[in-house]
């Protein structure tokens, strides 16, 4: 696992997108910010590689698919 593909949590994502909480589950349920991926029974985050390439181009229609 390089430094990219880095497991971040929510406080890192909302930090680095400017994102407020409610606005980055909207976005997760319209498909234009990749899905969280399950890291415990109660934990997520996200793929740091993935988080980049929103950032780089968030009004890409294929943002949803960026995690994959």
Known sequence: ???????IRMKTVL???????S???????DGTFPRQLAISAHGA??????VNRWIACPSS????????
Do not use: F, V
Not at 15 to 21: D, H, I, M, P, Y
Not at 45 to 50: F, I, L, V
């Open 15 to 21: 930090a680095r997108t400017g994102l407020s909480r």
């Open 1 to 7: 696992m390089n430094s990219s593909d880095r497991i």
């Open 23 to 29: 606005t980055l589950y909207r976005k997760i349920a």
């Open 45 to 50: 985050g996200w793929r740091e590689s993935a």
């Open 61 to 68: 229609e294929h943002s949803a698919q960026l995690a994959a």
